[in-house]
C-alpha cells in the first residue's frame, strides 16, 4: 500500500491508498495533538454518499427553469458532461441576458478543500466574474456580528485573528485568563486552509505549570480543557456579566483612567449607563447576578482578581453568534480597556481562541498562493446570513452597518464547495425560499441536502483526487497536496467543469489563460516564490518542493495584540474614525438603530431562560459545532458516527432535566418548538447545566418526508429549530446558536436515516 501526503483543514496526514481508497491515515509526525477528525477520511472516496456522474433534476429537464416546490424531494436524471455543459451554459446565458448579472446568486458559502488552487469558492467566483459577475455574500456564518462591529471599535477585524497575541506569550505572561464561552479545544482541530499543528491544548498547560489561573465562564463544563476554576451562568447572559465585573471595577476604583483617557474614546457616556444614570438601573454585581443566575460575591470576586493580575479576557466567537452579537466582543474590549492591560504582554483582550486554531499562533508575514477571481462589476450583496430573505423579498430593502440597501430579484443560485442546511437557520423557511428561483446548480462531491435541492447537480472531485498547495495565514508550513487516488467514476475538478462551461459561452480563453490545472498550480507557487525570496531566498524551485512535500515559511513569533498601539497610540493608531479604542462609536450611535446603540448594553433576548418564552419551551438549547467533524463535512465518517446514538446525533443533558422527563442515555427523543423538530440521541451528562441541552450543528438534514419543509428531521439537524433573525440591524449575523425548545421521549417506531442513501437516480 502507498502513503500520499495530503492536507485538510483539520490536519496534515499521510493518506494510506488501497485499491482506489484511502484505508488509514496518518498524522503529521511534528503534531502534538493531531484532531480525531482525520478518522472521517478512510472509506470516504467512495462513500454511497458521491455523486457518481452529472445529474439534473427530472422536473427542471422535463418542464424548464422555473420557482418548483418539487426541490428536495425529487428524482434526478443521469446525463453525459456534454449534456450538463450546454444545459448550464445555456441557462447562464438566459439569466445574464434576459435579468442581468445581478439576477445571479454566487454566495457559495462553506470550507469546501483546503487546497489553495482547487477552492471551491475562488473557482465558482472567478467562473461568474469571467461572465459578468454576480451577487455575492458577505462575511460569514461564524463571524458575522464581529466582522461589522470590531472595525468600528478598535479598526480591524482580522488583525484580532491573525496577530493575536501567541500562545508563547500568554504561557509566559498571563497570570488569569478569563474566557467567555471558554477555550473549547475541540474547535482548534481546525484552521480553513489547513494546519500542521494544534497548540491550544499545550497552550492551556502551559500557562497552568507556571502557576496562571484559567477561569471558564460557560454552561458547558467541558469548554476548557484541564483543570480551571469553571462558572456556569445563564447561556445568553454574558454581557450582563462583564457590566457587573465593570461596575465593580469602577464602583471600587479598580478600572485604568490614565489608558482610558490616553487610548480610548466615549468611555464617559458608557460609564453613565453603566452606573445607571441613563435609565436608573445601575449594572451592579447584584443586578448581573440576578440576569445570569451567578452570585454577587462570584462577580465581586473576579472583578477583584483581575484588577489585581495580569489578565486576558478572551470571548470565543460563538458569542456572537447570538440576537444581538455585536455586544458580547464589544464589551469584552471595554472591560479589557478598563483594566488598562491591553497591549500589555498577556493581558488585554482575545478573541476567539477556542474558536479556531488561528487565534493565538504565529503568522505568516507575506501573502500566500491565491487564484486570482478577478473583478466583480455587480455591486449587490447580501449578509451571508440573510439568504432566505434575499431569494423571498426581492426588491425590499435592508439596513446594514448604516446603509440601505436593497435585495435584487435572483433567479439563479449558484452553490459550489458548501452545504448551507448546516450553517442556516430555520430550514423549513430556507427550504421554501429555496423553492422560488428558476434555478439551483450545486457543486459538490457528495449528495448533501444541499445538491439534493439542486436542479443541476455537478460531481466534484475531492480533494485526494487532485494535486494541491495548501497553506494559511497562522501555520508554518507551505504544503504539497499530492493526489491520491484517481477520480470516482464520473467526478470531474470544478476547474475542468468551468473551463468547458466557459468555452461553451465564448469565454474560455479569459478563464483558463491557456493553463491547465497543474500549470496554475506551477504558476501560483512561481509567483508567490518570486514575492517572498526577499524574505526567504532558500525557497526551492517548484519540482524541488513538490519532491519535498512541504517547505517551512518564516513566521512572526511573540505577537502581543495591540503592542505598537499601547506604547505609542499617535504613531500607531487603530483603524478608528478617533484612531483610538471607541467604546461610545459616534458612527454606530448615528445610525438610530433601536437593536444595537453607540456603546456595549446589556438587551435582554427572546432566546433565554429569563424570558416568557421560556415558559412554554423551557430548555436552552446550544447549537454548537461538534466534536466530531468540521461543520457538516464527513458526517457519514468514522468519527463521526460513531458519536450517533441509534444513528442519531447526541443531544446531551444534565440528569436533573433527563430525570424530570424520565429519560435516560440511549433514549431517542424529539426535539420541539413551534418552528420545527428533530430527533436526536441522549446523553446524560453532568457537564452541561440545568435547563441546558447541547446538540451540535451538522448532522446532515434528513425529513421524514422529503416534500414537506415542516417535515420531522429524524436524523438531528438542529437549524429546524433555530430562528432566521439577524443579531442586529447593524450587521445581520447569524443567530444560531442558542434556541429555546421541550423534549420528550420518542416512542414511536424509528424511522431510518437516509441522509446518506443517494436519491431516486433514472437513467436514460
Partial sequence: MQRYQHMAHWGM??????????????????????????????????????????????????????????????????????????????????????????????????????????????????????????????????????????????????????????????????????????????????????????????????????????????????????????????????????????????????????????????????????????????????????????????????????AGARTLVTVTWSLQRVRHGEQAPWMGVTLAAMLGQIGLPGGGFGHGYGSMNEPGLPPVPYSLPTFPQGANPVADFVPVAAISELLTKPGETFDYDGREYTYPDIRLVYWAGGNPFHHHQDIPRLRRALARPDTIVVHDPYWTPMARHADIVVPSTVSLERNDLSCTRND????????????????????????????????????????????????????????????????????????????????VDDLVLFGDFRADPVAHPLGTPSGRIEIFSEDIASFGYDDCGGHPRWYEPVEWLGGTRARQFPLHLIANQPRTRLHGQLDHGRTSASSKVHGREPIRMNPVDADARSLVSGDVVRVFNDRGACLAGVVVDADVRAGVVQLSTGAWYDPLDPSDPDSLCVHGNPNVLTADIGTSKLSHGCTGQHVLVEIERFDDELPPIKAFDPPHIVTR
Wanted: net charge negative.
Fill in 13 to 306: 496526514y499521510e493518506a494510506e491508498v488501497r485499491d482506489g481508497e484511502v484505508v488509514a491515515v496518518h498524522s503529521h509526525e511534528g503534531d502534538s495533538d493531531p484532531s480525531p477528525i482525520l478518522e472521517n477520511i478512510p472509506g470516504s472516496v467512495r462513500s454511497k454518499s458521491r455523486i457518481t456522474g452529472p445529474m439534473v433534476r427530472r422536473g427542471w429537464l422535463e418542464n424548464g427553469p422555473g420557482p418548483s416546490n418539487s426541490r428536495g424531494s425529487d428524482s434526478f436524471v443521469s446525463v453525459g458532461w456534454d449534456e450538463l455543459t450546454a444545459l448550464l451554459g445555456d441557462e447562464l446565458q438566459r439569466v445574464v441576458t434576459d435579468f442581468g448579472n445581478r439576477s445571479i446568486f454566487g454566495g457559495s458559502y462553506g470550507w469546501a478543500s483546503a487546497g489553495r488552487f482547487h477552492h471551491a469558492q475562488s473557482q465558482v467566483h472567478r467562473f461568474l466574474n469571467t461572465i459578468g459577475g454576480y451577487t455575492r455574500s458577505r462575511n460569514s456564518y461564524s463571524l458575522g456580528a464581529t466582522a461589522v462591529v470590531m472595525p468600528r471599535v478598535v479598526g480591524t477585524h482580522s488583525t484580532l485573528f491573525e496577530q493575536s497575541t501567541s500562545w508563547p506569550v500568554i504561557a509566559r505572561e498571563t497570570e488569569l485568563l478569563v474566557c467567555f464561552g471558554g477555550v473549547p479545544v475541540k474547535n482548534t482541530a481546525v484552521n480553513s486552509g489547513g494546519n500542521s499543528i494544534h497548540p491550544t491544548r499545550d497552550g492551556l498547560d502551559a500557562v497552568r505549570r507556571r502557576g496562571g489561573s484559567v477561569v471558564s465562564i460557560s454552561p458547558l463544563r467541558d469548554d476548557v480543557h484541564g483543570d480551571c476554576e469553571r462558572i456556569e451562568p445563564i447561556p445568553g447572559t454574558d454581557v450582563a456579566i462583564m457590566l457587573g465585573l465593570a461596575h465593580v471595577l469602577v464602583s471600587e476604583d479598580l478600572h485604568d483612567k490614565g489608558f482610558l483617557a490616553s487610548h480610548c474614546v466615549g468611555y464617559p457616556k458608557f460609564e453613565k449607563y453603566l452606573l445607571g444614570d441613563v435609565d436608573g438601573v445601575p449594572k451592579s454585581a447584584r443586578w448581573a447576578a440576578g440576569i445570569s443566575g451567578l452570585s454577587e460575591s462570584t462577580i465581586d470576586s473576579l472583578a477583584r482578581r483581575m
Fill in 476 to 555: 508554518p508550513l507551505l504544503v504539497a497536496m499530492h493526489a491520491a487516488v484517481p477520480p470516482f467514476e464520473g467526478a470531474r475538478d470544478d476547474y475542468d467543469t468551468f473551463a468547458a462551461i466557459a468555452a461553451h459561452m465564448g469565454k474560455g480563453d479569459q478563464f483558463t489563460e491557456g493553463r491547465t490545472s497543474q500549470e496554475w498550480i506551477e504558476h501560483l507557487y512561481r509567483q508567490w516564490r518570486d514575492a517572498v525570496r526577499a524574505d526567504d531566498a532558500d525557497v526551492p524551485e517548484f519540482e524541488d518542493f513538490w519532491a519535498l512535500g512541504k517547505w517551512p515559511m518564516r513566521t
